[in-house]
């Protein structure tokens, strides 16, 4: 059987699911993945702690893992974008969503372990694990661990204080953003804003302005790349994502939901290291088994 061991991580970013448009992401550096398309330009930085992949030679972390705000979060996806048009704030969501369905892959407790992530990490999240083509979205305002409202005309670049070594989001806002935050009532607190933002009036009433810049970290303790596991505790036992695994990547998704566009989309896709079978052989063998299953009238539901 395999396990954690036999894969390394390989992460990739674009502007589409269209993984042939993707750049290589360069795991805990500060050269950030620059997206420029129709719909937004954006810049990208994904980092994460005693990781394992490639490239080659890439730091096994970053010094955002030592910084105060961070020091038990076992990984981050840091973004600033730039709308080239606007979006009402109630259309704009963040999550993963998958292109074959995974219903007969999810581990015992996963009922629980979701209601876990509902009740205390993100009361927004919704979606659809059951589907063919499943998904997990949450509201960009109220999803988001950190919101920053940056100027209009400004630049998506990120901006490191004197001295610092790796440039740390914080929640609030800068130039004219700061009257926006006040007009519209937003709490300071990033716990607070999160909140707020959980009524859909107020999603509705905040737009993501053409042209104005916008940043946002993504980051939490639960997910471990190092061993593909979660780690959600309250009782419950680590999850083993390579135990469950059917070759799909995981995939991050900044998405229109009223348009259905996908505005930028990052890819983690496990890579075997000692002769075992690439993505595409596992998705097929882990699919051929679920078809011949059902012909012949076996019971796939053994995780019920």
Request: hydrophobic share 30%; proline share 6%.
């Amino acid at each position: 059987m395999a396990s954690h061991e036999d894969y390394i991580l390989k992460v990739t970013a674009g502007p589409t699911y269209d993984t042939t448009s993707h750049q290589d992401v360069h795991v805990n550096s500060e050269d950030p993945i620059n997206i420029s398309s129709e719909h937004l330009d954006a810049q990208i930085h994904v980092r994460i702690k005693d990781y394992r992949g490639l490239p080659e030679g890439s730091p096994s972390t970053s010094p955002y893992f030592s910084t105060p705000q961070h020091p038990y979060d076992r990984y981050s996806i840091s973004f600033s974008f730039k709308p080239k048009s606007t979006i009402r704030g109630d259309h704009l969501v963040f999550g993963n969503d998958f292109d074959h369905p995974i219903r007969d892959r999810l581990p015992p407790l996963f009922d629980k372990a979701f209601s876990i992530v509902k009740w205390w990490i993100d009361p927004g999240l919704e979606g659809d694990v059951q589907s063919d083509e499943p998904w997990l979205y949450g509201a960009l305002l109220s999803s988001l661990n950190i919101f920053k409202i940056g100027g209009k005309g400004g630049d998506v670049k990120e901006d490191k204080e004197a001295g610092e070594e790796v440039a740390v989001y914080e929640e609030g806002a800068e130039g004219d953003g700061e009257g926006i935050r006040k007009d519209k009532g937003i709490p300071s607190a990033a716990s607070a804003r999160q909140k707020h933002f959980l009524n859909e009036a107020k999603r509705k009433d905040f737009e993501f302005e053409q042209g104005r810049v916008y940043k946002c970290d993504f980051f939490n303790p639960y997910l471990d790349f190092n061993e593909f596991s979660l780690k959600l505790g309250y009782g419950l036992p680590a999850i083993s994502i390579v135990s469950h695994w059917d070759g799909q990547p995981l995939r991050y998704v900044l998405k229109n939901k009223d348009t259905g566009k996908e505005l930028f989309v990052i890819v983690f896709q496990l890579i075997p290291t000692n002769g075992e079978e690439s993505a595409e052989q596992k998705f097929e063998e882990v699919h051929e088994e679920e078809s011949s299953g059902k012909e012949g009238g076996g019971d796939n539901d053994d995780l019920d």
